[in-house]
Protein backbone atom coordinates (compact mmCIF):
# COMPACT_ATOMS: atom_id res chain seq x y z
CA UNK A 1 0.00 0.00 0.00
CA UNK A 2 2.63 2.57 0.86
CA UNK A 3 4.12 1.88 -2.50
CA UNK A 4 0.95 2.83 -4.44
CA UNK A 5 0.43 5.97 -2.23
CA UNK A 6 4.11 6.88 -3.26
CA UNK A 7 3.31 6.04 -6.88
CA UNK A 8 3.12 8.43 -9.33
CA UNK A 9 -0.75 6.91 -9.93
CA UNK A 10 -1.31 7.09 -5.84
CA UNK A 11 0.18 10.56 -5.88
CA UNK A 12 -2.32 11.65 -8.51
CA UNK A 13 -5.33 9.63 -6.92
CA UNK A 14 -4.21 11.81 -3.37
CA UNK A 15 -4.53 14.94 -5.65
CA UNK A 16 -7.87 14.27 -7.31
CA UNK A 17 -9.08 13.15 -3.51
CA UNK A 18 -7.81 16.71 -1.69
CA UNK A 19 -8.41 18.73 -4.57
CA UNK A 20 -11.25 17.32 -6.82
CA UNK A 21 -13.46 20.54 -7.09
CA UNK A 22 -10.38 22.75 -7.93
CA UNK A 23 -9.36 20.46 -11.19
CA UNK A 24 -13.05 19.45 -11.85
CA UNK A 25 -14.14 23.30 -12.65
CA UNK A 26 -11.03 23.99 -14.23
CA UNK A 27 -11.59 20.72 -16.80
CA UNK A 28 -15.29 22.34 -17.14
CA UNK A 29 -13.94 25.57 -18.04
CA UNK A 30 -11.01 23.76 -20.55
CA UNK A 31 -13.86 21.74 -22.14
CA UNK A 32 -16.73 24.67 -22.54
CA UNK A 33 -16.19 24.66 -26.01
CA UNK A 34 -16.43 20.73 -26.38
CA UNK A 35 -12.69 20.60 -26.36
CA UNK A 36 -9.25 21.12 -23.82
CA UNK A 37 -6.43 22.00 -25.61
CA UNK A 38 -2.36 20.94 -25.07
CA UNK A 39 -2.14 24.47 -23.74
CA UNK A 40 -5.32 24.24 -21.43
CA UNK A 41 -3.99 21.36 -19.58
CA UNK A 42 -0.79 22.74 -19.18
CA UNK A 43 -2.78 25.66 -17.74
CA UNK A 44 -4.30 23.33 -15.59
CA UNK A 45 -1.05 21.30 -14.52
CA UNK A 46 0.84 24.74 -13.47
CA UNK A 47 -1.62 26.06 -11.60
CA UNK A 48 -1.51 22.53 -9.75
CA UNK A 49 1.93 22.25 -9.49
CA UNK A 50 2.42 25.17 -8.38
CA UNK A 51 -0.66 25.97 -6.21
CA UNK A 52 -0.74 22.43 -4.53
CA UNK A 53 1.56 20.01 -2.64
CA UNK A 54 1.90 18.15 -5.73
CA UNK A 55 5.68 19.76 -7.40
CA UNK A 56 6.59 15.84 -6.86
CA UNK A 57 4.48 15.40 -9.87
CA UNK A 58 5.63 16.15 -13.31
CA UNK A 59 3.56 18.19 -15.78
CA UNK A 60 3.97 15.24 -18.39
CA UNK A 61 2.24 13.03 -15.59
CA UNK A 62 -0.79 15.64 -14.91
CA UNK A 63 -1.57 16.49 -18.19
CA UNK A 64 -1.50 13.08 -19.12
CA UNK A 65 -4.06 12.26 -16.66
CA UNK A 66 -6.28 15.01 -17.72
CA UNK A 67 -6.99 13.06 -20.37
CA UNK A 68 -8.98 10.96 -18.68
CA UNK A 69 -11.11 13.64 -16.85
CA UNK A 70 -14.89 13.92 -17.91
CA UNK A 71 -16.63 16.62 -18.12
CA UNK A 72 -19.54 17.64 -15.66
CA UNK A 73 -22.68 18.76 -16.04
CA UNK A 74 -23.36 22.90 -14.67
CA UNK A 75 -25.17 22.08 -11.92
CA UNK A 76 -21.87 20.10 -11.06
CA UNK A 77 -19.87 22.74 -11.90
CA UNK A 78 -21.94 25.44 -10.46
CA UNK A 79 -21.61 23.19 -7.19
CA UNK A 80 -17.96 22.88 -7.01
CA UNK A 81 -17.29 26.42 -7.54
CA UNK A 82 -19.84 26.92 -4.63
CA UNK A 83 -18.18 24.51 -2.20
CA UNK A 84 -15.01 26.46 -3.27
CA UNK A 85 -16.23 29.60 -2.32
CA UNK A 86 -16.76 28.82 1.25
CA UNK A 87 -13.04 27.26 1.68
CA UNK A 88 -10.74 29.44 3.87
CA UNK A 89 -7.57 28.03 2.49
CA UNK A 90 -8.16 28.24 -1.20
CA UNK A 91 -5.83 30.10 -3.32
CA UNK A 92 -8.96 32.63 -5.30
CA UNK A 93 -5.98 34.83 -7.25
CA UNK A 94 -4.24 31.53 -8.32
CA UNK A 95 -7.57 29.63 -9.71
CA UNK A 96 -8.85 32.99 -11.19
CA UNK A 97 -5.12 33.47 -12.51
CA UNK A 98 -5.45 29.59 -13.80
CA UNK A 99 -9.05 30.28 -15.18
CA UNK A 100 -7.82 33.45 -17.17
CA UNK A 101 -4.80 31.30 -18.76
CA UNK A 102 -7.10 28.55 -19.83
CA UNK A 103 -9.52 30.82 -21.26
CA UNK A 104 -6.56 33.41 -22.97
CA UNK A 105 -5.14 30.22 -24.52
CA UNK A 106 -7.33 30.09 -27.48
CA UNK A 107 -6.30 32.84 -30.54
CA UNK A 108 -9.81 33.21 -30.73
CA UNK A 109 -12.25 35.61 -28.73
CA UNK A 110 -13.83 33.48 -26.07
CA UNK A 111 -17.69 32.72 -26.94
CA UNK A 112 -20.52 33.75 -25.03
CA UNK A 113 -21.01 31.04 -23.13
CA UNK A 114 -17.19 30.73 -21.71
CA UNK A 115 -17.52 34.44 -20.72
CA UNK A 116 -20.70 33.67 -18.80
CA UNK A 117 -18.71 30.94 -16.77
CA UNK A 118 -16.03 33.48 -16.14
CA UNK A 119 -18.65 35.79 -14.89
CA UNK A 120 -20.09 33.34 -12.57
CA UNK A 121 -16.99 32.31 -11.16
CA UNK A 122 -16.00 35.73 -10.82
CA UNK A 123 -19.02 36.94 -9.21
CA UNK A 124 -19.49 33.35 -6.41
CA UNK A 125 -15.44 33.67 -5.79
CA UNK A 126 -15.44 37.80 -5.05
Known amino acids: LTEYKNSTYGRLEALHESHSDEIAALVYVSKIDGRSTKAEKEAIALYLRNSLDCS ?71
Not at 81 to 102: E, K, P, T
Open 56 to 126: DLSQADIIEDLRNETVMSRTQFQRCIGRLSRQSNFNRDAFMDAVNSIIGSSKSPPPPSTVEVLEYITKKLS
